[in-house]
T-cell receptor, first 115, second 112 residues
């Protein structure tokens, strides 16, 4: 099992540019989570999908952020336009939906730097 | 307000020594508590998970305890190794289907 796959692993861009982060969840998992991690705020849940449907996007910072899950094996998180304060590590995690006992499995993260 | 607080914020110990990390929570309703290990530059990896009725759970040299009455948990690491250097994050599930309350983590450094 390859685990959760994220790309790119590192992204450096200039303020105002569009950034697209990609995630491939573990095969068979039907819940997908996007997190953001910074030194100041720790891990923050941005959005959660269940069976490709967004269930809770209350953690999305603002309209500049959008996420899609067109099918069970792929999700994107887009930032447009990007700002320096968006610099962080973005993690994607997946799990099998059910009682909250199921463990989330995290990808390696995308380290984003917005100049 | 649902919160998870961890202490200490950081800890440095010598290789071979034991250590204990603390987690206090005010999450209700409580479903379960997890400890995650996050190596530098990687995503968190689950170490243990405990439900309300479990007092202790081991995973190799890692032993987690849970006191649901006082809402406290600890993670004890025995005979530390250099590879134990990482951040350890306490995560409490609120009882709904997915809501996880994350602690800020304890950064552990093992020195040779």
């Amino acid at each position: 099992d390859a685990g959760v796959i994220q790309s790119p692993r590192h992204e450096v861009t200039e303020m105002g540019q569009e950034v697209t982060l990609r995630c491939k969840p573990i095969s068979g998992h039907n819940s997908l989570f996007w997190y953001r991690q910074t030194m100041m705020r720790g891990l923050e849940l941005l959005i959660y999908f269940n069976n490709n449907v967004p269930i809770d996007d209350s953690g999305m910072p603002e309209d500049r952020f959008s996420a899609k899950m067109p099918n069970a094996s792929f999700s994107t998180l887009k930032i447009q336009p990007s700002e320096p304060r968006d610099s962080a590590v973005y993690f994607c995690a997946s799990r099998i939906a059910g009682p909250s006992g199921e463990t989330q499995y995290f990808g390696p993260g995308t380290r984003l730097l917005v100049l | 307000k649902n919160q998870v607080e961890q202490s200490p914020q950081s800890l440095i110990i010598l290789e071979g020594k034991n250590c204990t990390l603390q987690c206090n929570y005010t999450v209700s309703p409580f479903s379960n508590l997890r400890w995650y290990k996050q190596d530098t530059g990687r995503g968190p990896v689950s170490l243990t998970i405990m439900t309300f009725s479990e007092n202790t759970k081991s995973n190799g040299r890692y032993t987690a305890t849970l006191d649901a009455d006082t809402k406290q948990s600890s993670l004890h690491i025995t005979a530390s190794q250099l590879s134990d250097s990482a951040s350890y994050i306490c995560v409490v599930s609120e009882g709904s289907n997915y809501q996880l309350i994350w602690g800020a983590g304890t950064k552990l450094i093992i020195k040779p």
